[in-house]
């Protein structure tokens, strides 16, 4: 299977981009999205995730600005509203199936100007 991100770019501080990831090729059952970022000089953090049951966690710097959905089998979207320069960063989506294999995406940038 392979994951395919897009919907990264430019934005002004308090702007709002979507992004979006979608799984192709074998079967891989996802029980779990996530999505991570990684901005220069630090480490990869989670953003956002959510199961096949519907759990949904956020991190505590995007709770109430970014939405994850998960409108179909292979597919899941982060909704980012009201960005901050802070959350420039280069997303990273993952997908995690029954048997706790994960296999992750190529990564978007998001850049947010000041």
């Known amino acids: 299977v392979q994951l395919q991100a897009s919907g990264g770019g430019l934005v002004q501080a308090g702007g709002s981009l979507r992004l979006s990831c979608e799984a192709s090729?074998?079967?891989?059952?996802?029980?779990?999205w996530g999505w991570y970022r990684q901005a220069p000089g630090k480490q990869r953090e989670m953003v956002a995730t959510?199961?096949?049951?519907?759990?949904i966690n956020y991190a505590d710097s995007v709770r109430g600005r970014f939405t994850i959905v998960s409108d179909a089998k292979n597919t899941v979207h982060l909704e980012m509203n009201s960005l901050k320069p802070e959350d420039t960063a280069v997303y990273y989506c993952?997908?995690?199936?029954?048997?706790?294999?994960?296999?992750w995406g190529q990564g978007t940038l998001v850049t947010v100007s000041s």
């Open positions: 090729g074998t079967a891989f059952s996802v029980v779990a």
């Open positions: 959510i199961s096949s049951r519907g759990n």
């Open positions: 993952k997908a995690v199936n029954r048997l706790g294999s994960a296999v």
